[in-house]
């Protein structure tokens, strides 16, 4: 095999692709006012901790369902702990941050992920250089960071500094992880990274909501149980 043919490539994709990765967008467009609703009725780490329990109970069935081993084999633990870790900081800043500012700002400061994903990638993964076209998205995407900083300050309106800055974080370890997601678990089934995302990282909000989040109040209506 070529060293050519060995590199992680992605920057050619397929209308197929494409499609799913537009579907995505729109899902992931939705997910900040989700959480919004949830957390009218829950505190943030113990919405997560209850909404990647459903997770992890329709990942497992699907696996199931389709016959993926979801198994760890040895030489596989280091890397998958390593993502739980990645990815349960980077949900709890999400939460935390979507708690103490808007759904749209909450969308627009995590939706500039892929910036920080294609700068860590350009560093870490084999022949997935910037070019013109990505630098120009990076471009736009850093922007749409800029302006919804520069608003709040311009206005003297601080009180969603808190929560965009945790947003902002959270889209940097996003970014972080698509990369350790290309770069580390190359090769593994979405399933297989689901399902150990979703059980490792579980105990963990289980644990934090009990020991910071004890005296928080909940109100469980069905609109926060369908978020």
């Known amino acids: 095999m070529s060293a050519a043919a060995g590199e992680l490539r992605s920057d050619r994709i397929g209308a197929g692709a494409a499609s799913l990765a537009l579907l995505a967008s729109l899902l992931w467009g939705g997910n900040q006012v989700f959480i919004k609703i949830g957390l009218v009725g829950m505190p943030p780490l113990a919405m997560a901790a ?6 992890l109970l329709i990942v ?21 702990l390593g ?10 800043l ?35 250089r910037l070019n013109l076209a990505k630098t120009g998205g990076m471009t736009l995407a850093f922007a749409a960071i800029v302006i919804i900083f ?11 500094l808190a929560g965009d800055t945790m947003i902002l974080a959270s889209a ?28 490792l990282s579980l105990p963990v909000f289980a644990v934090l909501s009990l020991s910071f989040e004890s005296e928080a109040a909940y109100h469980l209506t069905l609109p926060v149980l369908g978020a």
Not at 50 to 55: I, L, T, Y
Not at 83 to 92: N, P, S
Not at 150 to 160: H, I, M, N, Q, V
């Open 50 to 55: 209850a909404r990647f329990a459903v997770g």
């Open 60 to 80: 497992a069935g699907a696996a199931v369902a389709t016959g993926v081993a979801v198994r760890v084999h040895a030489g596989e633990w280091r890397r998958l």
């Open 83 to 92: 993502l739980a870790a990645l990815f349960v900081l980077q949900i709890a």
């Open 94 to 128: 999400l939460n935390e941050g979507t708690h103490y500012t808007t759904a749209s700002r909450s969308t627009v400061l995590i939706s500039a992920h892929p910036f920080f994903t294609a700068l860590f990638c350009h560093f870490f993964v084999p022949g997935d």
């Open 150 to 160: 520069t608003e709040g300050l311009a206005f003297g309106d601080l009180s969603y």
């Open 172 to 199: 940097v370890l996003l970014g972080l992880r698509q990369m350790v997601l290309k770069r580390l678990v190359h090769g593994f089934h979405p399933f297989k990274i689901l399902y150990w995302q979703a059980l």
